[in-house]
């Protein structure tokens, strides 16, 4: 047995409160390894003290490590617990102690695991209907055009040419609003609109009025009427918050600008001198642009800018959620407030992160719900890219899902691409075929799952600006049959089994399949970027296929079936 695997940390993503009296427990191990894993447990505050074991499913595997959890009904909130762990040459006993051979139970006030105590507040519970979402994500300067009464001047690029850093095309709300059907009709539920407010530049990721809708894209009466016809569509919204920074042109940073330590402002930046100088840069800002001066976001008065932002924008417009712009590099603090106001708010609000990285510190129930999921989409590329097997594709799918705890999984963003990120078909080669497997793998994994406008009529773009390109509304007559299919994919994100059912992900020879499962109910995906290969599904239910016919899997095909 490979001792130096074995691991479990105690009131983490390993030991966590699913609600008053259920606690999810998870032991990780050496995958080479074949072992018994054992809960054995008592009630702190019982008299005289009994011990239970019980077995601990594997349910997880990746490249290095197996994963056992058992999901466990409590009798009392206060738990006492170590893990007995086998093989067939070796017993241990894991506890605060370490691994021994020998566990001394009398002395367990001292050296078991702990679930002190489980409180109202200490459990996550993931937002109901963003477990099983389909999100649109648009970039608004781009998507369409629906206004022709604005004052354009500032539109310096046809609608057909390609955009460029600098480049307006004129696309707005009434664009969306007119084009809400298209949407709808997809089987999207919620949209994601990259900024909105007042900004010098096409993207808005520098704010100047956080307050206003910028008019290039309409006013704010427009944006009511769109999310009244969203809603009544049942699509949801969420907005996108540039809270690291704003622009330099911002009233408030451009008060620092002028008076220095004088303005009240002073102390909401990073400053290093008495005026803040845009020639020097001698301010700190995000990623060394002159113009986004980084927040100091650990402040008061400015988290508390920032979160009558957050609540303006729900509490008069109804909006459902927020994507939160460069939330890694923002103060926890700020975070753990904004859940708090957002929450009392809206109940049903979701907060979603912009973090690339392992964001488990952000995913404890007490800040973000969720993140952009570009663990997923790296592995997507690397899989559809052929750089990785199915293999080596199951174990990375797997891993992520070990790294947070069940209610920020199931409401993780997981996409293929976005405004920052090439688009996924022109990086994968241009296929097609392999497209809508991954967007199948993006819809039957666990989270919800995100749609970047354009790919229903197969847009391609490599990196920014090419990956902002104008919507080809005229292509739309000629994509009929990609549309129907990413349709048809879609619609399974409606499922029982995807919304609250468990995850088996793993690999046969070339194929990577995925298990969804409730009630007595199977869902599941094949993926096959190998040779045509027979699958006898039988009579099953099938929900949804590419490039599968006659029992067979071709090459860069998919099907996702039920039972
Ligand atoms: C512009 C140009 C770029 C140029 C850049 C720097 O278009 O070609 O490289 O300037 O001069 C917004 C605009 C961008 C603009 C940028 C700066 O949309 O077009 O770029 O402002 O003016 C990191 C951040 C992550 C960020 C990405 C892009 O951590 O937060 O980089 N994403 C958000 C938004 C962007 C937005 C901003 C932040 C700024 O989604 O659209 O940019 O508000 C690794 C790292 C990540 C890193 C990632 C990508 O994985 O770990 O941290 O993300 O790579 O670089």
Not at 160 to 170: I, N, Q, V
Not at 181 to 186: A, F, P
Not at 492 to 517: M, P, Q
Request: hydrophobic share 35%; with cysteine.
């Amino acid at each position: 047995m490979n001792k130096a695997a074995i691991l479990h940390l105690s009131e983490s993503f390993m030991a966590y409160a699913i609600s008053l009296d259920q606690i999810n427990i998870r032991l990780r191990a050496d995958r080479k390894d074949k072992l018994d894993v054992r809960l054995v447990y008592t009630y702190k505050c019982d008299y005289p003290h009994v011990w239970k074991e019980e077995k601990m499913e594997k349910t997880f595997e990746d490249e290095s490590f197996s994963y056992y959890e058992i999901n466990l009904k409590l009798l009392d909130k206060r738990l006492a617990y170590v893990f007995k762990v086998s093989d067939e040459n070796e017993t241990y006993y894991l506890s605060e102690n370490g691994l021994e051979e020998v566990y001394d139970f009398e002395n367990f006030y001292f050296t078991s695991f702990h679930m002190p105590y489980i409180h109202e507040a200490d459990f996550f519970e993931p937002v109901e209907w963003m477990k099983n979402a389909v999100f649109y994500q648009i970039f608004p300067e781009r998507f369409r055009r629906g206004d022709f009464s604005k004052d354009d001047s500032y539109i310096n690029q046809a609608w057909e040419d390609l955009p460029t850093p600098s480049s307006f095309a004129g696309g707005d709300l009434k664009g969306i609003i007119e084009k809400l059907d298209h949407i709808k009709d997809l089987g999207v539920t919620c949209l994601y609109l990259t900024p909105i407010f007042i900004s010098p530049t096409n993207h808005k990721y520098d704010n100047i009025d956080y307050f206003e809708i910028d008019p290039q894209f309409g006013s704010k009466e427009d944006f009511k009427k769109l999310v009244e016809k969203a809603h009544s569509f049942g699509i949801r919204i969420v907005l996108d918050a540039v809270f690291n920074h704003m622009c330099h042109e911002n009233p408030v940073f451009k008060d620092v600008r002028e008076k220095g330590k004088e303005s009240i402002y002073y102390d909401w930046f990073y400053i290093d001198g008495d005026k803040a100088d845009i020639e020097k840069i001698n301010y700190e800002t995000f990623a060394h642009v002159y113009n986004m001066p980084k927040l100091k976001t650990s402040n008061k008065e400015v988290q508390d800018y920032l979160i009558k932002i957050g609540k303006y924008w729900i509490e008069e417009f109804d909006v459902d959620g927020w994507r939160l712009d460069v939330s890694d590099e923002v103060s926890h603090d700020l975070w753990k407030r904004f859940r708090k106001e957002i929450k009392s708010a809206k109940a049903d609000a979701v907060i979603i992160g912009e973090n690339w990285h392992n964001a488990e510190a952000f995913l404890r129930g007490d800040e973000l719900d969720s993140i952009m999921n570009y663990a997923f989409t790296n592995t997507c590329l690397d899989y559809f890219k052929g750089k990785i097997s199915a293999q080596k594709a199951s174990d990375k799918l797997n891993m992520i899902l070990m790294r947070n705890r069940d209610a920020a999984n199931r409401m993780m963003l997981n996409f293929l691409d976005t405004h920052d990120t090439p688009r996924f078909i022109t990086e994968i080669g241009g296929s097609l075929d392999k497209t809508l497997a991954a967007i199948a793998l993006s819809v039957v994994y666990m989270g919800a799952n995100s749609l970047y406008y354009g790919t229903e009529v197969g847009l391609e773009g490599k990196g920014d600006p090419d990956c902002r390109r104008t919507f080809p509304w005229e292509k739309i007559e000629e994509k009929q049959d990609v549309l129907g299919k990413i349709k048809e994919i879609l619609a399974v994100k409606k499922h029982e089994a995807i919304k609250n059912g468990g995850i088996k992900i793993y690999s046969e020879g070339d194929l990577l399949i995925l298990e969804r499962f409730v009630n007595e109910k199977t869902l599941s995906l094949a993926i096959n970027l190998g040779k045509e290969k027979n699958f006898d599904l039988g009579c099953k239910e099938i929900l949804a296929a590419g490039n599968f016919k006659n029992q067979k899997l071709g090459e860069n095909s998919f099907v996702i079936w039920e039972k």
